[in-house]
């Protein structure tokens, strides 16, 4: 059994365990899921992600866990804790919040939900100054989110990720840290 990391009204954030990688790559891997992501992966593009996903928990203890129904146990997505790598990003290394579901799971304030229980490990468990979210324009599903959750936009940590075209360009930030996150969440 993998090691929960926080539980919730609805759900389970918890480790990666053996066959996550591929009932995730089989359930999350659609156009519509990746749609802002940079699209579909191959299963080599994929398996590059999940590594970069373990190392995180290798390095620093935390990473984007497994968020799955607490019900029935269904695998929803994930949601949690990194630390800022993408390339042209001007704050590597800080704490970074992200989400992504299965399509079915959507509209249902499960992301917000899981991201509460994050933010909550990230002040609380690993001492977060702060935590930022990164999106695109485009994305108005996950910087909705953001808002929701009482984060800031931050213009000043924008950038360009040369990795993608126009459409995925420039990446735009949020923020909350440690001493708003309280009041944010007494809010919601
Ligand atoms: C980004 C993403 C996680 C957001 O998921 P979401 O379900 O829209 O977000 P929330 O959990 O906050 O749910 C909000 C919706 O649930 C509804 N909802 C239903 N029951 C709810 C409840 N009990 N509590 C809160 N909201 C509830 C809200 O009204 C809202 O619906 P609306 O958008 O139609 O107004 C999801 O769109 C996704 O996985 N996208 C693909 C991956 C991706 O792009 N990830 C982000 C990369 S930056």
Not at 128 to 152: D, F, H, I, Q
Request: proline share 5%; aromatic share 12%.
């Amino acid at each position: 059994m993998a090691d929960i990391v926080a539980t919730t009204e609805r759900l389970v954030l918890r480790e990666w365990a053996e066959g996550d990688a591929d009932a995730f790559y089989a359930a999350m891997n659609t156009p519509a899921v990746m749609r802002w992501l940079g699209g579909v992966q191959t299963p080599e593009q994929w398996r590059a992600a999940y590594d970069r996903l373990a190392g995180f928990t290798r390095d620093f203890g935390h990473t984007f866990w497994i968020v799955e129904r607490k019900a029935d146990r269904e695998l929803l997505g994930l949601c949690g804790l990194k630390r800022v790598n993408a390339p042209g990003a001007p704050n590597p290394g800080d704490f970074e919040i992200g989400w992504r579901l299965r399509q079915s799971a959507w509209g249902q304030g499960v992301a917000k939900e899981a991201a509460i229980a994050t933010l909550d490990l990230a002040f609380a468990r690993f001492a977060a100054p702060y935590v930022v979210a990164l999106t695109v324009a485009g994305n108005c599903a996950s910087w909705g989110l953001m808002e929701r959750l009482g984060m800031k936009r931050r213009a000043d940590l924008d950038y360009t990720d040369p990795r993608f075209g126009p459409e995925l360009n420039p990446t735009i930030v949020y923020s909350i840290d440690a001493a708003g996150w309280p009041a944010a969440r007494a809010g919601l």
